[in-house]
């Protein structure tokens, strides 16, 4: 732990490139009762007809299934809507408030429990359920429509609710604002730059409960090492990153529960702002 000390201090004390950023996924949710998406545990396992995320996540499923994707949607939105923000999404939104600007979050998670938590300043890389877009080409990205509501398993949509799914310049299907298996990352629905620049910035990244089976998270820690940050992998096992973090003397991999540790981090940099670091 010493070690992490050292780094939030010296991060502390500098004056360009001092961002303290944490990169969520899946596994901060965990706690809430929200199942990840892979493993044994993955929601596309447990208690769904659907299979493969690779199959049934993409946008070539959803062109030819609308319904039936809005149907699996919106039975997830009342799973999430009905979970609620854990203890390490508490301490995120008590660091943002501790570290004002120079805190960032980067999530792939597109639950909400951040928000709810409290955090503000969130790059959500992976979309999120708010919002909804046309599934064709019209650009422009709108709130998710009031009547819609969550849905048990084998609940079918409404006629007033397919109507709201249509998009109100082409008439064609509405489509969730998140990223589909079969997508690639952008900045309008991703802040794919955004979240990189924030990497660039970052004195130290911290990895929180992501494996990093994407290319942009791997891509979000290789770029804050490459300016000269830190970065620090809090996951119980090996995971995508190790590969890239093994051997680098400004990576710390910390094979510990980020609930046990996220604690302790927060303390810390509450110490040292205390005394002036
Ligand atoms: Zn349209």
Not at 6 to 18: G, P, T, W, Y
Not at 250 to 277: F, H, M, T
Request: proline share 3%; hydrophobic share 30%.
């Amino acid at each position: 732990m010493n070690q992490l000390n050292d780094i939030i201090e010296e991060v502390l004390s500098k004056d360009k490139r001092n961002k303290f950023t944490f990169l969520t996924g899946a596994g901060i949710s965990a706690d809430s009762g929200v199942p990840t998406y892979r493993g044994s545990d993955g929601i596309w396992v447990k208690g769904t007809r659907y299979h493969k995320p690779e199959e049934f996540g993409t946008y070539k499923y959803f062109k030819e299934n609308q319904e039936e994707v809005w149907q699996y949607i919106l039975f997830r939105k009342k799973m999430i809507e009905n979970a609620k923000p854990n203890e390490s999404h508490k301490i995120l939104a008590n660091l943002e408030k501790i570290l004002g600007d120079r805190f960032h979050l980067i999530t792939q998670n597109i639950d909400n429990l951040h928000r709810r938590a409290g955090n503000k300043n969130i790059y959500e890389v992976h979309g999120n359920y708010r919002e909804v877009k046309c599934s064709v080409d019209c650009k422009e990205i709108l709130p998710i429509p009031n009547n819609l509501t969550g849905k048990d398993i084998e609940e079918e949509l409404r006629k007033d609710e397919i109507d709201s799914l249509k998009c109100p310049e082409c008439g064609n299907w509405l489509r969730p604002n998140i990223l589909w298996f079969d997508e690639y990352y952008d900045e309008k629905t991703n802040k794919k730059f955004s979240s990189l620049k924030v990497a660039k910035n970052s004195g130290v990244l911290f990895i929180v409960g992501t494996s990093g089976a994407t290319n942009l998270p791997i891509e979000i820690a290789r770029t804050t090492l490459k300016y000269g940050g830190y970065v620090v992998d809090m996951n119980i096992e090996d995971n995508h990153f190790t590969e890239l973090l093994k051997d680098k003397k400004r990576a710390i991999i910390v094979r510990e529960r980020s609930s046990d540790i996220l604690p302790i981090i927060k303390e810390q940099i509450e110490k040292s702002i205390e005394q002036g670091v």
